[in-house]
């Protein structure tokens, strides 16, 4: 899923500022699962503002609204006969939610609610780490299934570095070294022979050093 | 402010805190009509949605009674109410409302006094507080 972390409530009022109507607009998509974007927030937020115009004597009309995706322009859409009557949308979806607002309902101001760190998963409830970084072209059954380019500080693809101590990452005690990993899995399956086999540079025309990415399904294509 | 008169909302569990309220009507202490008591099964019930609300209502405090660490019957409902009043003490920080407005305490079931006397201390920093709105 795409891991979000919610902004703070002082620089989402900072945002606001001067507003009089706005409404809070929720994704059921990843950002529910990771408890910074679905309905609950949603409603923590509204009335975190409600409490902060009634403290600055600056009451602010709040309307709470939560999509199935903000990634579909059709869910998108169900907020066309409610978007005019609010002066700013502050959307809690990853970064796509409003752009898609502000594509489709250009005239709104639109404010992100939350930033979007990482496409990731839940380790523990409550914690959730990076596993992909979105290369374009996915090679992670060379590294017994982990991958170096979003786990590895450096995103070495041809063995740890010198900054490799006990199985810690140079950068910081709490960041497990990938590679340490991948050679003790490879070891304990027998493959490490492996990691002598040469491969060709990545093509990383594929990742974000392409510029922005689009795909295209054909068959889809209406 | 000699005049105010706070409006606390205070969430207490269906089981220690209530059995402490029992108490404390039994040895004929009460406390004060400011606050509007709000019976739970498990404070480990309340979000953080919940702890809002009332300050959203006009509440001036909010405080919550439930079991020791070691002796919710739900196993460990206080203690996630803990982390959640953490949590909602930073909304109101930066909201601009002083966190002390919100509380949390573990009582002892035959602590009948306990009940009374966190009333009356929630009563009295508020006062000092003044009202939140």
Redesign the interface.
Known sequence: MIVAEAK???EI?EMINGLKRVLVVGCKGCVTVCNVGGA?EV??LA??I???G???HNEVEVGEMTLERQCDPEFIEELKDIINDYEGIISLACGVGPQFISERYPEVKVFPGVNTKFIGGAVEHGIWSERCAGCGTCIIHLFEGMCPIARCSKSLLHGPCGGSSNGKCEISPEVECIWDKIVKKKMENGRLEDLLTLKPPKDWRSARDGGPRKSVREELVI | MQDFKPKIIAFYCSNCASSAATIASKMKLYMSSDIKLINIPCTGRLEVLHLLKPFEQGADAVYIMGCQEDSCQYMNGILKLKKRVDHVKKILEQIGIEPQRIEVFSLYAGKGQDFISIADRIINSVKELGPAF
């Open positions: 703070p409530i002082k009022l609950k409603a923590i009335s975190a409600r409490i902060a009634k403290k600055h």
